[in-house]
């Protein structure tokens, strides 16, 4: 199947301040031992399907310094990334993308690159997800009999598993995820914009990516673990 992306953004949600890892950064800007950063690897990723005039890179927390760490890319800034979360900081950037297709992804997300090809082949609305019990501060989904999700939340009882921050919107759905997150509070996720679309009429899969390396990385473990994934 041709994977078409003529019509492709990527976005890349960097504005948080990772303060559980501890350090004095933005967390996308964190090292793996392979050398490269977080934000480096992603890029890396996408740069496999489209190129760097396509991806936006949303900031806040000490934006100069992912600024400067890669100059030759798109920025949108969220100058309230103190105060708001990442339904917000989306929110910025699809404003930016009207007519497209949008791929967005957490900026602390280490991956395979192989997910987003997944994602793009699906041909529709998705999410990218693992299958199975789930940590209780997980991001969990339930689908309803015909494989759509019908939630998507901290709070997800009966999960099917986890949704691990990497998604597509296709751009004929695109302004109806950009008015369900301007209804968003301020410290709503991005993931209650996208349950407010559902409850309006958005279809939206789950894409099982199970058999492939991935990791949100919140604390040292979980940089310990990235690193065992992705040693080159």
């Not at 992603?42 to 399907?49: A, G």
């Not at 997300?109 to 997800?129: M, P, R, Y």
């Not at 597509?168 to 301020?186: A, G, P, V, Y």
Request: glycine share 6%; aromatic share 8%; hydrophobic share 40%.
């Amino acid at each position: 199947m041709r994977i078409n992306t003529d019509r492709l953004k990527v976005v890349i949600l960097a504005a948080g301040m990772g303060s559980r890892l501890g350090q004095s950064w933005p967390k996308p800007l964190t090292k793996l031992k392979n050398g490269r950063s977080i934000l480096q690897q992603q890029l890396e990723n996408i740069s496999h399907y489209l190129n760097e005039k396509e991806v936006i890179i949303v900031v806040g927390y000490k934006k100069e310094m992912i600024i400067q760490a890669f100059p030759d890319n798109l920025f949108v800034y969220n100058e309230r990334y103190n105060m708001t979360n990442t339904a917000k900081s989306l929110l910025k950037a699809l404003n930016k993308c009207q007519h497209h297709d949008v791929l967005w992804i957490n900026g602390d997300v280490v991956f395979q690159n192989e997910i987003i090809k997944k994602l793009l082949e699906k041909g529709s609305n998705a999410i990218a997800v693992t299958l199975g019990k789930v940590d209780e501060e997980a991001v969990k989904y339930r689908t309803d009999r015909k494989g759509k999700i019908i939630e998507l939340s901290k709070e997800v009882s009966d999960a099917r598993g986890e949704a691990i921050g990497i998604n597509l919107i296709k751009r004929q759905d695109l302004n109806l995820l950009i008015k369900s997150l301007e209804q968003c509070n301020d410290q709503d996720f991005f993931e209650k914009g996208i349950e407010i679309s559902i409850k309006r009429g958005l279809t939206i899969y789950p894409v099982d990516i199970t058999e492939y390396k991935c990791i949100e990385v919140d604390f040292v473990e979980d940089l310990n673990k990235a690193n065992e994934f992705f040693t080159v």
